[in-house]
């Protein structure tokens, strides 16, 4: 059965950035990953958190993951 809803992660990033909409536009223009930064998502630090959706194929997961590695190496 195919999921109904949406399905995200609610990460911290306070290890590499203190601004979450700015580390969101890096890993868009530098890695090709888009993610949301906290400040959309409430109150909770949101400048230190980053959302990732996981709504997509294993294939694209993987991809994503991989390009967060080299990005953060």
Known sequence: MTPQG???LYAGCEAIS???A???ERLLGEAGVAV???LDFGFNRPESHLR??????LER?????ERLHRFLL
């Not at 990732?52 to 194929?57: I, Q």
């Open 6 to 8: 949406a399905f995200y």
């Open 18 to 20: 203190d601004d979450s």
């Open 22 to 24: 700015a580390l969101a």
């Open 36 to 38: 949301t930064p906290g």
């Open 52 to 57: 990732f959706a996981y709504t997509t194929g």
């Open 61 to 65: 997961l993987e991809q994503g993951v």
